[in-house]
DNA sequence: TATGAATGAGCGTTCATTCAT
DNA sequence: CATGAATGAACGCTCATTCAT
């Protein structure tokens, strides 16, 4: 065995490694998502507080034990749910995003697509909008930790926006961070509330130019 | 506020006095005031789920029994509390826009009311931002329908503004008080969860401002 | 009213208060010894890790919760059980050793009082012998506390034969007790592991014998 | 110990040399003994009920199914762990009082012995004394009958004693064994729940002498 | 033999609500 | 009106055991 093949041997042992080691993360079983995903299912149709363990092992096809095996306890569901997903959203977010640089169609994008996922998953929308909230303090905080990568999503648009110069210079970032989420977050809410009853993503373009424009002539 | 919007902000008013004059329910009592009380110092203090029903009854003085002869049930008590509150806020910033005719300055006297209400009653402020949102769907829905009446009040100086030509001509109302109470919502949540430690009241002129004028240059 | 009939008064309020109070402890509620009793029979039945709470509840004519009002949790009714009947033995076995000053004889009356209580009360006797074991070290040592009093009458007699000369004058109490108390506890557990099936009373005098004069001739 | 109690000791022996000979059971496995020394280790430190299956097996560097190759079940481990170390202590003690043929003295050495084997192991001293008892009738069942061994010895010394005139000759051997025992395990146990925080061994002499002579003067 | 992922039965405790006084 | 003792339904979590590999 020269040189050569030892450094080859090397990285294949490397590689090896890394792939067991990944698949040994319980995130990446299949029991894991198929846990995740009947939750989403089971708290979106009954409501976190009458979504039993057992409803859910239930709905995954495993048994209660099961659930324990992947998740610490029942808030920890909840919190690994809103990270897969918003996870997600971000990943596929900043994909769309990609190549556009004019910050105002940046925005624009931003929006319809998070009108799209809610209108995409019927009841992640409902577990998002309401459910994850009726949670305590501890596990906001935890989610908000979550959230934060989306917002820092919204706070790059703007920081472009403000460098490229097509926002307003002076534009205080936290504030306008907060308007942009709160007023999505907002339209959302109030869709769900109302059963979904109507289209949520044609209301991405009004939204977009009030935010843009504001509320004056 | 134009002549319309006055005499609508009239007969609201004049509906709700009747309401209190007509019924003189327990609602006049002072002990139901008295447990109201005690909910909202009893919730900010504890949170939510840990606010037994035999903790406010302590708190209010009152014997766990008399809970009841006041209150259908528990959830009653909360819908109550915003009830109460938010009435008592609405009437207040009416109060606070009487004679102020132009929309962007209405806007600006909401924004500030709102915020320093929040400043002023720490315990309320908990409440009405964190823990009152950890119930259910249908306590939400309930208090969804007392938060009309603060909705009601934006959609005034909305239409005030477009009518008076001060706002977009086009503006989508739903849509704009959606972004209007949405935005303040954030705010002051965001502010909760950080323990209140700064200002919130001197954010009001920025949110105004970006709520006016949108992100663009 | 003259200055006796002041201080008589003082007194009967004082009598009441004192009443009121001993009859607001739990322990001297009616329901509590109805649960310890039902305790005993249903540990003494079913044995301690099959005694739930429920069953222990419904043998006292109670609902679930209503045990809570009176004992912490279960690990408390295991220890509040020892306390009361063992407070009722020591108190026993004190009066009936009223009057005798020799040691010997005491020794005498203290181990067929020990005997005849467990003859007296078969579910008693498996669970002071048996169940209450079985708990966690915590537990043990909180009944250890309670041991105390009974190993404190132990200690008693055996200082006095020490003083009125009739034991060893060179007598290591703590070793004294512990061979005193092991003996008869060994007999005891001996005894109800075999089902009760001879009677124990009539081993006392056996075991006086033993532990006066020793094994050897 | 004279020749009568001599045979005996020997067709004991003998019959668990064969026992062992014909079988070639799992006990005679290396993985066996390796799981025995897991639990004893496991129980004492973490407590009876906190000793799980997977505990000991990972103590043992095994997985949890193999458990289940050389035990029936939990309760098989506890049985078993007794079985094995009580056998090994009897052969000891047995081994100890050859040529001793004084029964005052064969009792010194079996004192010393017990002491001197809790000492010598601090975990087994934990696990015999407190642990082991906190399991159900049924396992304490099963232990007593492993006990008998030990419990033979002790009386074929008094019967020794007795034969040789040096005991009192209406000595009822089933009372003297459970003096014997009883006081020896009492003072053991009050030992260990003190920490074993004294020199155990100092105190045989003092518990042999009192076994002996009794209290009297 | 050995593994360890999966199973699922089992239970102590809380707390909103009632109702006899 | 007011009390507060009593009720009892409801559920998250553990862990001994199994069995496909």
Redesign the interface.
């Known amino acids: 065995m020269n040189d050569y093949s030892f450094i080859i041997s090397f990285f294949i042992l490397n590689v090896n490694t890394v792939r067991k080691v990944m698949t040994h993360l319980k995130k990446d079983k299949p029991k894991y998502k198929q846990i995740i995903d009947a939750a989403v299912v089971v708290i979106a149709e009954n409501?976190?507080?009458h979504s039993q363990v057992s409803k859910i092992a239930k709905q995954a096809g495993v048994a209660d034990g099961t659930i324990y095996l992947y998740f610490k306890n029942k808030e920890d569901i909840l919190i690994s749910l809103f990270e897969e997903k918003m996870g997600q959203f971000v990943t596929s977010i900043r994909g769309k995003m990609t190549g556009e640089e004019d910050a105002?169609k940046q925005?624009e994008i931003l929006i319809k697509s998070h009108f799209q996922m809610l209108a995409d998953d019927h009841h992640l929308a409902i577990v998002t909008q309401?459910e994850l909230?009726?949670?305590?303090?501890d596990i906001?905080?935890k989610i908000?930790k979550v959230l934060k990568e989306y917002l820092l999503v919204v706070d790059e648009v703007?920081k472009n926006?403000v460098q490229s110069?097509?926002?307003?210079?002076d534009?205080?970032i936290r504030?306008?961070r907060?308007?942009?989420?709160?007023?999505?977050?907002?339209?959302a809410t109030?869709w769900v509330?109302n059963d979904q009853k109507y289209d949520i993503t044609k209301?991405g373009p009004?939204?977009h130019s009030?935010?843009?424009?504001?509320?004056?002539?």
């Open positions: 409501g976190y507080h105002i925005l309401l909230r009726q949670s305590n303090k906001r905080l908000n703007l926006g110069g097509v926002l307003t210079e534009l205080d504030l306008a907060q308007m942009v989420f709160g007023t999505i977050d907002e339209v109030t509330i209301l009004g939204i009030l935010l843009v424009n504001g509320l004056k002539k």
